[in-house]
């Protein structure tokens, strides 16, 4: 009896010390990155559009995808047959319109099989769900080369074109640094679209503009709410026309982001501050946009709004760390990102 309890005690204190060491030990910290794709579509009649698609990713040590959103902004500028602008009125993602895209309804299958495809956000669910757990080159693997799903990938039901994915991904994985994130995080990635405040109409000697900008927040909170690490970017669309009602913007122009155009994007150079010190340039938008960034650490989405005065622009220390721009939709990405 003695022998039996004695090996009794030595399995429970076994037992013991295994779940201690368990309970000391860190979650695995994970490379954080995001990237952005951005494009034109060709014109129809007086109707033109512009797509952004982000990617945020978590990757472990061994480079495979733990955690995984992304999401497409398709949006549609107008304009009346004398080139007139019209104001774009649906600003939602392809994944916040659900049902309403209408893949279901009307699409059909890319391999003309009977029955209809999945809605776009659910095969948007199924490409993140495939690939969790992959290296970057076994997710290009579900890409034919028509871009369309293959495979596994076809086959769960996402049969969508899908090499806007997989370049966002690429980049994602591409920009990918190290960060305090770990598997017990959220991720979330967020678009925000508005029209810019400088679209005008057509005239005889001008031509008309519809622009978008997309704002996009990446962002991985913890079991409080509370943002470990962020990114933010932001792609201009400018759709143009003359009045005639004919597009005059190039549907196959290269289209960077604003961090991919770095030093390009002229704010540093071009730029006025806000408060109107034209004795100091301000920074250039990635270094204002690493600053936002850094300001949203160890906040939760309920902090956000005091970072911007009435005025949309970046106030108190995000302002006095060089962040001098409007953040209004910067502000509306990262509350949706964190709201996850």
Not at 120 to 138: S, Y
Not at 295 to 306: H, I, R
């Amino acid at each position: 009896m003695k022998k039996i309890l004695s090996v009794a005690l030595v399995v429970v204190m076994l037992f013991a010390v295994v779940a201690l060491a368990g309970c000391g030990k860190k979650a695995e910290p994970l490379k954080f990155g995001l990237g952005v794709t951005a494009k034109y579509g060709e014109a129809s009649g007086t109707a033109g559009e512009f797509n952004t698609t982000a990617v945020a990713v978590l990757l472990d040590a061994e480079g495979k995808i733990v955690k995984i959103d992304l999401d497409t902004a398709q949006i549609k500028p107008s304009w009346t047959e004398d080139g007139k602008k019209v104001d774009v009125e649906d600003f939602r993602t392809k994944y916040d319109k659900g049902t309403d895209y209408n893949m279901a309804a009307f699409g059909k299958k890319h391999d003309g099989s009977e029955g209809k495809p999945l809605e776009w956000n659910a095969q948007a669910d199924k490409f993140m769900e495939l690939a969790v757990g992959k290296t970057l080159d076994e997710v290009k693997a579900f890409m034919g080369e028509d871009k369309y799903a293959i495979g596994d990938l076809a086959a769960a039901g996402c049969t969508i074109n899908v090499a806007e994915f997989v370049t966002a991904l690429e980049k994602a994985v591409a920009n990918a640094v190290e960060s305090a994130a770990t598997a017990e995080n959220v991720l979330k990635v967020a678009l925000v679209t508005s029209a810019s405040y400088s679209n005008k109409d057509a005239d005889a000697e001008n031509d008309g503009l519809n622009q978008v900008d997309t704002t996009i927040v990446a962002a991985v909170t913890d079991a409080e709410g509370k943002v470990v690490v962020a990114k933010t970017d932001c792609t201009q669309g400018k759709i143009t026309f003359n009045a005639k009602g004919e597009a005059t913007y190039d549907a196959k122009a290269e289209v960077k982001t604003k961090l991919e155009l770095g030093d390009d994007y002229n704010m540093a150079k071009f730029g006025v501050r806000h408060d109107g010190n034209k004795d100091i340039k301000p920074l250039e938008w990635y270094a204002q946009a690493g600053e936002f960034d850094k300001a949203l650490v160890g906040k939760t989405a309920a902090d956000f709004a005091a970072l911007a005065g009435a005025d949309g622009y970046a106030t108190g220390d995000i302002a006095t760390a060089g962040c001098t721009m409007a953040i209004g939709d910067m502000i509306k990405a990262a509350e949706a990102a964190a709201k996850a």
